[in-house]
């Protein structure tokens, strides 16, 4: 009878041992991570995006033991390489950079591809890229609220873009102005004809512009995010001269397709703060006029930008009408 009750019993000691041993799985493989190479999918290529992505991928790769692959996905506007990570594995071996770009993209879009609010799991933010309102150098109005108060008096009269001009349909919808709207192939025509007088207003990072401005070639008119910056202490915000909780910064993060393991997301994070803490980090991504203030946002933080921002450009695509696809 103790013969015949052991064997019966064998099955569910196998059964136990078994649900045991996959429990555990993702623990040891969490605790193991990462054994090889990790790819960072950069879905908007050079500029910014890439400075940025190539200096977290360093600092990372050391913490990790593993490299960790820069590799371009350009297209649509990133859109090409953000849904490229929305279906990638989610066992942690693939992450990738999103921005601003992206929660934008999630307005005008009508098919991007991807959910940037259900699709993703957040790393971390890395941090903002100043933007900057600049004019022709001719341009005689020196403050924004007057020229402000001049766009207002000749509605459509003042010409403003670039490659994009969409700080400027967040200008116009925050603050009741209408431009006349120029679009360029390049960053390089815009900065010709702004030079030339040609174009009055663009916006761009501060990188770009701040040796124009010191050479005077072209004026700096206002700050489009919430800080000052500190190489132009003298130029205020957006919303400091009349347009209250204007901000127009460019948001760079690290993010994970959605299901990845809690684990090794945790993981990710913990190496990706303290990469961002280092001191070498800082200092490269200060001279790419990066400011890591964001830097310190939680991923609900995080998530929560996104979706105040998704939900802004949402209404301005549908007010504008300027549909993609």
């Given at each position: 009878?103790?013969?015949?009750?052991?064997?019966?019993?064998?099955?569910?000691?196998?059964?136990?041992?078994?649900?045991?041993?996959l429990?555990?799985a993702?623990?040891?493989?969490?605790?193991?991570y990462?054994?090889?190479?990790?790819?960072?999918?950069?879905?908007?290529?050079?500029?910014?995006?890439?400075?940025?992505?190539?200096?977290?991928?360093?600092?990372?790769?050391?913490?990790?033991?593993?490299?960790?692959?820069?590799?371009?996905?350009?297209?649509?506007?990133?859109?090409?390489?953000?849904?490229?990570?929305?279906?990638?594995?989610?066992?942690?071996?693939?992450?990738?950079?999103?921005?601003?770009?992206?929660?934008?993209?999630?307005?005008?879009f009508?098919?991007?591809?991807?959910?940037?609010?259900?699709?993703?799991?957040?790393?971390?933010?890395?941090?903002?890229?100043?933007?900057?309102?600049?004019?022709?150098?001719?341009?005689?109005?020196?403050?924004?609220?007057?020229?402000?108060?001049?766009?207002?008096?000749?509605?459509?009269?003042?010409?403003?873009?670039?490659?994009?001009?969409?700080?400027?349909?967040?200008?116009?919808?925050?603050?009741?102005?209408?431009?006349?709207?120029?679009?360029?192939?390049?960053?390089?025509?815009?900065?010709?004809?702004?030079?030339?007088?040609?174009?009055?207003?663009?916006?761009?990072?501060?990188?770009?512009?701040?040796?124009l401005?010191?050479?005077?070639?072209?004026?700096?008119?206002?700050?489009?995010?919430?800080?000052?910056?500190?190489?132009?202490?003298?130029?205020?915000?957006?919303?400091?001269?009349?347009?209250?909780?204007?901000?127009?910064?460019?948001?760079?993060?690290?993010?994970?397709?959605?299901?990845a393991?809690?684990?090794?997301?945790?993981?990710?994070?913990?190496?990706?703060?303290k990469?961002?803490?280092?001191?070498d980090?800082?200092?490269?991504?200060?001279?790419?006029?990066?400011?890591?203030?964001?830097?310190?946002?939680?991923?609900?933080?995080?998530?929560?930008?996104?979706?105040?921002?998704?939900?802004?450009?949402?209404?301005?695509?549908?007010?504008?009408?300027?549909?993609?696809?």
């Amino acid at each position: 009878m103790a013969h015949a009750r052991s064997t019966a019993a064998r099955p569910w000691a196998a059964m136990l041992l078994t649900a045991a041993s996959l429990a555990a799985a993702p623990a040891a493989q969490a605790q193991n991570y990462p054994t090889r190479p990790i790819q960072m999918i950069m879905p908007v290529p050079g500029g910014g995006h890439e400075a940025v992505g190539r200096i977290m991928a360093e600092q990372m790769s050391k913490q990790l033991g593993q490299p960790i692959v820069v590799e371009g996905r350009p297209g649509a506007s990133g859109n090409i390489g953000a849904a490229l990570l929305a279906k990638a594995p989610t066992d942690g071996y693939t992450i990738g950079l999103l921005s601003g770009i992206h929660t934008s993209n999630a307005g005008f879009f009508r098919q991007p591809g991807y959910d940037i609010l259900t699709d993703f799991t957040p790393i971390g933010a890395v941090g903002e890229s100043p933007v900057l309102l600049v004019a022709r150098p001719d341009l005689p109005w020196n403050t924004f609220p007057e020229l402000m108060a001049e766009i207002k008096k000749s509605p459509g009269k003042f010409s403003a873009g670039g490659t994009s001009g969409l700080v400027f349909d967040l200008l116009a919808d925050a603050a009741g102005l209408e431009f006349l709207s120029v679009r360029y192939k390049s960053a390089g025509n815009a900065m010709t004809d702004l030079s030339s007088g040609r174009l009055d207003l663009t916006s761009g990072p501060l990188t770009v512009f701040l040796p124009l401005i010191r050479d005077k070639k072209i004026k700096a008119m206002a700050v489009g995010g919430a800080r000052r910056v500190a190489e132009l202490p003298e130029v205020p915000t957006v919303a400091e001269s009349g347009v209250p909780g204007f901000n127009a910064n460019i948001w760079y993060g690290l993010f994970l397709p959605k299901g990845a393991a809690p684990d090794v997301a945790q993981r990710l994070r913990e190496e990706f703060a303290k990469a961002l803490a280092t001191p070498d980090v800082r200092a490269k991504l200060a001279t790419q006029g990066i400011d890591v203030t964001f830097g310190q946002a939680s991923p609900d933080e995080v998530m929560q930008r996104i979706a105040s921002e998704v939900e802004n450009w949402k209404r301005i695509a549908a007010k504008t009408g300027k549909y993609v696809n």
